[in-house]
């Protein structure tokens, strides 16, 4: 005879299930990877880590397969350009001599170099010039780069080539600019033969998901008169790449899609699409150097095409065939291709996010690098389950229903449900392995992520619906999956709150202040009002409104009538408010003024800030802390008592 375990479950109200993860395994186990370089026969990546003061480091597998530092602590890899950064570090290899690798240091902005043997980085570039680096990489013995430069008020940006020698590191002089003359730069990309420079530019108040222009000009030291090979204020082109001395790939999204075209480099032909499909094969450019697709050694590209989902392949382009590579993960994100291996960032709902190498042959992955060192046992997590929902139009989001083996909840009793608001907002959730999401479903408290309209990975026409509807269309269709929810039985439709950061901030205020859905909510760093926002925010997204709402001075009763606080008399329910205290794109100024406004109606709140946060947390301390509160909130708003969590004190 064979015993199995009988044990039944034990019966107990959702939010009351005793779990093992704590909001200390969110930290503890976590590092967000990303980035990723063959360099030698070793993988470099950047890491995040939470337990150092949320550095990033540069890090590489050592000889028994544990990660070791390339880039020592307290040296942090991470660049201020539009604040949201990418590309802030790439390798420099020569024959005969070891790597070296570039990087920008976050606490002074300066570019540095560190070479093989050495813990101690070589700077590049002047201090104290207000100076900027990103998207960078290396040609011969140059670092061609994006430069933002900020002085007395005064913001530029070009594309430069900085000495990796050092030279510049005491004299600006050295640092050549190469193109200038638009607000925003992107991808500068030599052709194979030094001849031509091909790079991305926008004005406001475009942001680069709505349109870019491609332009081309010729390199004699500084760029010649550019040309404009694709894209206008209403096209999104990205990653400009060379195929030959005379023709580059493109992505643009004249279809709709964001598909690739090959495009005549002297501007003589028309762009010609290298396949028309009614999907995604680029994305929202939040962090510069991001890439969607790769040149491989036989001409053919590896792709990432994304409908909701991605999935990995290799497109010919004579022939416009694509040959799907399965890989088992719903997001992916390329990093480097060298011969027939790749290095690709993504995840799905049963594997954890990170680095992993694909064999493009054999379809074979290796883990690298994943985001956590280990997900919680298998009966803790939950099944993700995408699910579409309609009112007037489509809205797409992933469910993930409370489980935990080991409890069970009464006859009857349907559970309370989190949706979880991205931000951006254009930007996009896809389905995961979640430390986070299982900490509340393990627990009984289900989570809804969802795609409102304006998110990416639908086509363009999707991301366009929040043109001018920016805390409509995002709340109502937050609503109408949560709604559908409650129709189907599947969630308590007393018991819903929302939760989000940054835009996902605003769409929680807006929702709970423009509807009676919602019990509660929780706010990161939540935009609450619009006309002093667009005065206070950072460069890169201080015309977003324009476009989300409208320009101004044209649009602002419109700013005033849509934004939370000017409704934050209509509050019924208890918020959770969470701030970084150095937070220069959603300032605290914001979290500020709404807590006074509750405070003023004696709705229930707390307001939780924290020193030495910016944009999104990164120290464990605080990370730790917010999810603890978020928990005792809901606990307290939802009727229900979570075991083992400081209780939060909400002012009444």
Known sequence: MTSSDTTQPTVAPYGEWVSPIRASDLTASSHRVSGGAFVGDEVWWAEDRPEEGGRT?????????????????PFNARTRVHEYGGGAWCVAEYPGAGPRLIFAEFTDQRLYRLDPGSEHPIPLTPAGLGMRFADLTVNGNLIWCVRETHSEGYLRRDICTVPIDGAAADSAEMITSVVSGSRFLAYPKISPDGARLAWICWDHPQMPWDGTELRVADLDGAAGEPTTLMGSTTESVLQPEWLSATTLAAISDRSGWWNLYSVDAAG???????????????????????????????????????????RLGILTPDTAERRGITTGLDSIALAAVRGTKALIIGGSADHAAGLREVDLGTGDVRDIRLGVDQLPPAEYLPECRSMTFTDGRDVHAFVYSPFNKHFTAPDGELPPFI???????????????????????????????????????????YRDRLRGQWGIVDVQDVVAAVRGLADQGIADPERLAI??????????????????????GASYFGVAELVEFAKETHDFESRYLDGLIGPLPEAEDLYVERAPLTHADSLTCPVLLLQGLDDPIVPPSQAERFRDALAAKHIPYAYLAFDGESHGFRRAENIIASREAELSFYGQCLGFTPPDIPQLELIR
């Open 57 to 73: 480091a540069i890090r590489r597998n050592g000889a028994d397969g544990t990660p070791v530092d390339v880039l020592p602590a």
């Open 268 to 310: 003589h032909e028309e762009p010609t699409a290298l396949l028309t499909d009614e999907a995604e094969y680029g994305g929202p450019l939040w962090q510069l150097g991001s890439r969607w697709y790769s040149l491989l050694d036989d001409g053919s590209l590896l792709t990432v095409r994304t409908r909701g989902t991605s």
């Open 419 to 461: 949706a979880f608001v991205h931000g951006g907002p254009t930007s996009q959730t896809v389905p995961k392995a979640s430390t986070l999401i299982a900490y509340f479903t393990s627990r009984g408290i289900g989570v809804i992520d969802v795609n409102y309209g304006g998110s990416s990975g639908y086509g363009r026409e």
């Open 499 to 520: 939760e989000g950061g940054s835009a996902g901030g605003w769409t929680v205020l807006a929702a709970l202040t423009g509807s009676d859905v919602f019990a509660c």
